[in-house]
């Protein structure tokens, strides 16, 4: 009898180790969706561009720095993007002080500069503080 009871606990913890793990993986994925459909942008490095940008349709990367006075004038007009834009555009941004290493791959001279990637490639490019509307007809163009 002893030995019936000590098969049904150890199923029994074998069923609740695999409800837990699955329950882990849901918790990830739900994780993932979240940051990928966030109405806010998100912080990109040199460490995650590739994984971000090859993971996304279309990915709206804008090269900022702290001290750029054009740089602080464009980020309401990103915020609005990545707001109206949740689910559909992966809004990230990217301090080239932080993380020079993509801004010299990508040739980045002048900030701001928004580069538009889809899928993993650069499409378009932006350069400057201007209208949130030209970025929109930039994204509707590669929405397609």
């Given at each position: 009898?002893?030995?019936?009871?000590?098969r049904?606990?150890?199923e029994?913890?074998?069923e609740?180790?695999?409800?837990?793990?699955r329950?882990?993986?849901e918790?990830?994925?739900?994780a993932?969706r979240?940051?990928?459909?966030?109405?806010?942008?998100?912080?990109v490095t040199?460490a995650s561009?590739?994984e971000?940008?090859?993971?996304?349709?279309l990915a709206?990367?804008?090269?900022?720095?702290?001290w750029?006075?054009?740089c602080r004038a464009?980020?309401?007009?990103?915020e609005?993007l990545?707001?109206?834009?949740?689910?559909k555009?992966f809004?990230?941004k990217?301090?080239v002080?932080?993380?020079?290493?993509?801004?010299?791959?990508?040739?980045v001279?002048?900030?701001?500069?928004?580069?538009?990637?889809?899928?993993?490639?650069?499409?378009d490019r932006?350069?400057?503080?201007?209208?949130k509307?030209?970025?929109?007809?930039?994204l509707?163009?590669?929405?397609?």
């Amino acid at each position: 009898m002893t030995s019936k009871r000590e098969r049904f606990i150890s199923e029994e913890n074998d069923e609740l180790k695999r409800i837990r793990e699955r329950k882990m993986t849901e918790l990830m994925g739900v994780a993932e969706r979240k940051q990928e459909m966030s109405p806010e942008p998100v912080h990109v490095t040199d460490a995650s561009f590739d994984e971000i940008v090859s993971k996304h349709q279309l990915a709206l990367i804008d090269f900022w720095a702290a001290w750029c006075g054009p740089c602080r004038a464009l980020e309401p007009r990103i915020e609005d993007l990545a707001k109206d834009y949740a689910g559909k555009v992966f809004v990230g941004k990217l301090n080239v002080d932080e993380n020079p290493r993509m801004a010299e791959r990508f040739q980045v001279y002048s900030i701001p500069t928004v580069l538009l990637m889809k899928d993993g490639k650069e499409v378009d490019r932006i350069v400057g503080c201007v209208p949130k509307d030209y970025i929109v007809t930039a994204l509707k163009k590669h929405l397609g």
